[in-house]
């Protein structure tokens, strides 16, 4: 059974970080590229960063040189790291996995609260 189970949310202040995990289990990690999306209220579920099995890295505009992605594929694990958090970064962010030869093989974690506050 495969399981993406994010951590790391919470409440922060503007300026602040966090760090979120995603603890992926039930796939073979090194064979997915995985990315983090959010979903802010109203709005549509929008790619932030991707990290590929060979390690190449996509941000969207909006976060580059603020957030980090990175993986730990001895702990199948990856991580974002968010720095400089403004009140437009509140969402849930969610992990998705995503087999790099396979488009049936794509998981979703169930998703993290992040909440930036002013």
């Known amino acids: 059974q495969v399981q993406l189970a994010e951590s790391g949310g919470g409440l922060v202040q503007v300026g602040g970080s966090l760090r979120l995990s995603c603890a992926a289990s039930?796939?073979?990690?090194?064979?997915?590229?995985m990315d983090w999306y959010r979903q802010a209220p109203g709005k549509q579920r929008e790619l932030v960063a991707e990290i590929q099995s060979g390690g190449g890295t996509f941000y969207v505009d909006s976060v580059k040189g603020r957030f980090t992605i990175s993986r730990d594929n001895d702990k199948n694990t990856i991580f974002l790291q968010m720095n400089s958090l403004k009140p437009e970064d509140t969402a849930v962010y969610y992990c998705n996995a995503r087999h790099i030869t396979s488009s049936i093989q794509n998981y979703w974690g169930q998703g993290t609260q992040v909440t930036v506050s002013s």
């Open positions: 039930g796939i073979e990690f090194k064979a997915y590229t």
